[in-house]
């Protein structure tokens, strides 16, 4: 075991989800303000700065990096970058998480990069609750996105879907047979309180128990014990054995004794919970010192021994954590 990356707990950090960039072709409900302000180019890390950073952790014992944003695949040079980031030595998988709006062009350039897994956000199967909730998206384009993916030889897919009450909960089964169909696995996440997005969450939150049980209504699910290294609790359906199901539930059961993750923002804060503010400022090290590393080592090794131990949503949460969701990556 390496013992470079551990914090005060105890636990061995060995994943990092990097945010490329805090722009997106979408407004998700869940996620953005309908008016966003985005960073200045100036504070956001560069494409270099962000291969040195993923070369540094992976060399002080990450094994696994997410990419996601923001929406990462309208960063230009993305794929160079993933290129870079799946050679690195020790590195043994790199993921990403997208809204599928470029995987049309994207899929296949970004499996021949080294990207292995891919998760997906589709929260509705119908083209007006589909824009509704993306103020932008357009059903077709990501439908079609998804199906270049599944067909292009990633590892795996998975899709991700915010439940919501009065926006798409009864959609629940409808969602479950696409992924059945489409022969990948979907995740129902609980929507978290970050950000000010403009609307009460407390009066759509639906809680991961009330999903499992529309499904359980026309499926017969069979617990599984499988973990993908994420906070996910999975079923399997005894029918369709090639569908895996996630709940995601970060407010009814918390999850952060097995937390083995940190976040990077696109503004080189090293985020050491989701749900709390503790963050580490790695932009202005990595600025001063561009030639040696020594001094961002020691930094993230003094913050992981101050990893906060759990984070504390609460079901019914207004906004807890002021900084929004495309800020930290999902
Ligand atoms: N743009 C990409 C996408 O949508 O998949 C990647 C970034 S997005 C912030 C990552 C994930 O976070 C998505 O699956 C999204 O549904 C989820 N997400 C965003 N805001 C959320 C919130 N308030 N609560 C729960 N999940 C949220
Ligand atoms: Fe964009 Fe993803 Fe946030 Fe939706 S969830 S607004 S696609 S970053």
Redesign the pocket.
């Known amino acids: 075991m390496n013992a470079v990356m551990q914090d005060g707990f105890g636990r061995q950090i060995d994943y990092l989800r990097m945010s490329v960039t805090d722009r997106?072709d979408?407004?998700?409900v869940?996620?953005?303000a309908k008016n966003m302000t985005f960073l200045p180019r100036q504070q956001v890390l560069t494409l270099e700065e962000l291969q040195r950073l993923a070369t540094l952790f992976v060399g002080m014992g990450v094994r696994k990096i997410r990419l996601t944003?923001?929406?990462p695949l309208i960063r230009p040079g993305i794929v160079d970058l993933c290129r870079n980031i799946a050679a690195l030595p020790g590195l043994r998988e790199l993921v990403m998480t997208s809204?599928g709006s470029q995987l049309g062009r994207l899929a296949r350039p970004l499996v021949d990069a080294g990207v292995k897994r891919m998760n997906i956000?589709l929260d509705s199967l119908d083209a007006r609750r589909f824009r509704a909730i993306?103020r932008n998206g357009d059903l077709d384009q990501v439908l079609h996105g998804i199906e270049t993916a599944r067909d292009a030889g990633f590892e795996r897919i998975k899709l991700n879907c915010v439940v919501m009450k009065g926006r798409n909960f009864d959609e629940v089964p409808v969602l479950v047979q696409y992924a059945i169909d489409q022969r990948i696995d979907i995740s129902f996440i609980e929507e978290m309180p970050l950000g000010d997005v403009g609307r009460s969450r407390g009066e759509s939150f639906c809680a991961s128990d009330e999903v499992r049980a529309l499904i359980a209504s026309r499926h017969r699910l069979l617990d599984s014990t499988e973990n993908s290294g994420g906070p996910a609790r999975y079923v399997r359906l005894e029918q369709h054995p090639d569908t895996r199901i996630g709940f995601i539930s970060p407010n009814s059961h918390n999850f952060c004794g097995t937390c083995n993750r940190v976040r990077m923002t696109v503004e080189g804060k090293l985020l050491l919970c989701l749900g709390q503010d503790d963050a580490l400022d790695l932009r202005g090290l990595l600025r001063r010192y561009p030639l040696d590393d020594q001094p961002l080592i020691h930094a993230i090794q003094k913050a992981l021994r101050g990893k906060p131990l759990r984070h504390d949503f609460t079901p019914q949460g207004e906004v807890q954590i002021v900084r929004f969701?495309?800020m930290s990556g999902?």
Do not use: Q
């Open positions: 997106c979408f407004r998700c869940y996620c953005m944003g923001g929406e809204n956000s993306t969701m495309n999902g």
